[in-house]
C-alpha cells in the first residue's frame, strides 16, 4: 500500500489536518484567555495599567481571533465531512492554518512591546494572516457554489 507524499495529501486528509490543528489552537487560545483572565484578576499593572490599553487589546485581539480561527478550522474539517463531494483544496488548507496562525500572532507579538500607545512590529503579521484568511474563505464559498 502506497502513502500519500506530504505535497499531495487528498482532501479526507487535508481535512483530517484541519481538524486536528483547530482542536489543537483551540485548545491554546482558550488556555490564553484563561491567562488574561488570570492577569487581570490579580491586577498585574504590565497588562491592565491604564497606560497599557493597546497592549490588553492586542492580547484580547490575540485570543479571540485564534478562538475564532481555530473554529473556522474545525468547520472547514467537518465541511469536507458533512457535505456530499466537497473536497478542501491545498492551497485552502494551508491558508486556513496559516491565517489561523499570523492573525492572532500579529496582535499577540503587537501586544508585547508598545510604543506610545502604538502596537510593536509584530502587528505587521495581521494582513498578511488576513489576505490568507480571505483567500481561503472566498476559495471555500465558490467551490461549494459550483458543487453540484
Not at 494551508?94 to 492572532?104: E, K, N, T, V
Not at 484568511?133 to 458543487?147: C, M, N, P
Amino acid at each position: 500500500m502506497s502513502h500519500p507524499s506530504k505535497h499531495a495529501l487528498p482532501g479526507a486528509q487535508l481535512a483530517d489536518r484541519n481538524l486536528r490543528f483547530g482542536w489543537w489552537s483551540l485548545l491554546v487560545f482558550l488556555s490564553l484567555g484563561a491567562v488574561l483572565e488570570a492577569l487581570h484578576g490579580f491586577k498585574i499593572g504590565w497588562y491592565i495599567d491604564v497606560g497599557n490599553d493597546t497592549r490588553r487589546l492586542m492580547f484580547t485581539l490575540a485570543h479571540a481571533h485564534g478562538t475564532l480561527l481555530a473554529l473556522v478550522n474545525i468547520v472547514a474539517g467537518l465541511s469536507v465531512r458533512i457535505v456530499e463531494r466537497f473536497t478542501l483544496r491545498s492551497s485552502v488548507s494551508f491558508a486556513l492554518i496559516w491565517a489561523a496562525i499570523l492573525l492572532p500572532a500579529g496582535f499577540f507579538l503587537g501586544g508585547i512591546v508598545i510604543y506610545d500607545g502604538d502596537p510593536g512590529l509584530g502587528v505587521w503579521l495581521v494582513p498578511v494572516g488576513a489576505a490568507l484568511l480571505f483567500y481561503s474563505i472566498a476559495r471555500i464559498a465558490f467551490d461549494l457554489s459550483r458543487r453540484k
